[in-house]
């Protein structure tokens, strides 16, 4: 399963590059605490967003794990980037928690700026070891329960790195798909 409707919104999943996203009002940064380039997503992110992101980023650090703050796009094609700090999984507890609270608080910044459209990445599932497919249902369950109540958010795009992680989260996306039908 590649996407589902929830409430007014379209869940979708894709496989690619988190800044080549040019239809999304936001994408979403995998932030590191003090809010710079590092590796992986932030990397990327700050990367192809330019020296400006950090430095409009610098007074808003450090973020806390679950925490999200909004900052602008910058060089990026969208105008908007919502940058998460993720838990460090065996570390930051209760882990599920702190994600859960990653995806709601970008959803809550999302509707507090109008905005109708953000893509995520996987967060914490790369160098802050969150395995997979429990991320994934922690995301997907997140959606199922906060895109019903949206107002302004219309599409949520996860991009994923590759055909694997695609993969798993298809399979998620479809079985909660299937027990909240049958609920």
Known sequence: MDRLRIGKAELELSVGDITAQPDVDAIVNAANAQLQTGGGVAGAIHRAAGPGLAEECAPMAPIRPGECVVSGGHDLPNPHVLHCLGP???????????????????????????????????????????PLREAA???????????????????????????????????????????????
């Open 88 to 130: 460090v999984y065996g570390k930051d507890e209760p882990a599920d928690q702190l994600l859960a609270s990653c995806y709601y608080e970008a959803l809550r910044l999302a509707e507090a700026h109008a905005l109708r459209s953000v893509a995520f990445p996987a967060i914490s599932t790369g160098a802050f070891g969150y």
């Open 137 to 183: 249902q922690v995301a997907i369950d997140v959606m199922l329960d906060a895109l019903r109540s949206a107002v302004h958010v219309e599409v949520v795009r996860f991009v994923l790195f590759s055909p694997s992680d695609h993969e798993v989260f298809a399979e998620v996306l479809a079985e909660r798909a299937d027990l909240d039908q049958s609920s």
